[in-house]
Nanobody
Framework: QVQLVESGGGLVQAGGSLNLSCAAS????????MGWYRQAPGKQRELVAT???????NYADSVKGRFTISRDNAKLTGYLQMNSLKPEDTAVYYC???????????????WGQGTQVTVSS
């Protein structure tokens, strides 16, 4: 069974840092694109950052210069390094990825279960 499992969330004071991880497991051979989304209470889920297979990255304006998305293809794991955190960054963070099925050219989209990030003022 293919899964994306996030970790690394928690409670941090404003100005602090957290590093989220998203590990893919199951019968997959590679990660195509991977993105991090977040959803705050009462708000819509929003895209925070994306990294493509060639290493190209995109960021929401609200996190540019503070967050860094990266990936380790050998470990089938993606990361979101979050620095200079603000209370408005508080949300559940979700990993989303297009994963290629091992032995095929087929890719499917998966979501992780989410990890809570809380930034206190």
């Amino acid at each position: 069974q293919v899964q994306l499992v996030e970790s690394g969330g928690g409670l941090v004071q404003a100005g602090g840092s957290l590093n989220l991880s998203c590990a893919a497991s199951g019968s997959i051979s590679s990660i195509n694109a991977m993105g991090w989304y977040r959803q705050a209470p009462g708000k819509q889920r929003e895209l925070v950052a994306t990294i493509f297979s060639g290493g190209i990255t995109n960021y929401a304006d609200s996190v540019k210069g503070r967050f860094t998305i990266s990936r380790d293809n050998a470990k089938l794991t993606g990361y979101l390094q979050m620095n200079s955190l603000k209370p408005e960054d508080t949300a559940v963070y979700y990993c989303n990825a297009d994963l290629r099925t091992r032995g095929t050219m087929l890719s499917y989209n998966y979501w992780g279960q989410g990890t809570q990030v809380t930034v206190s003022s």
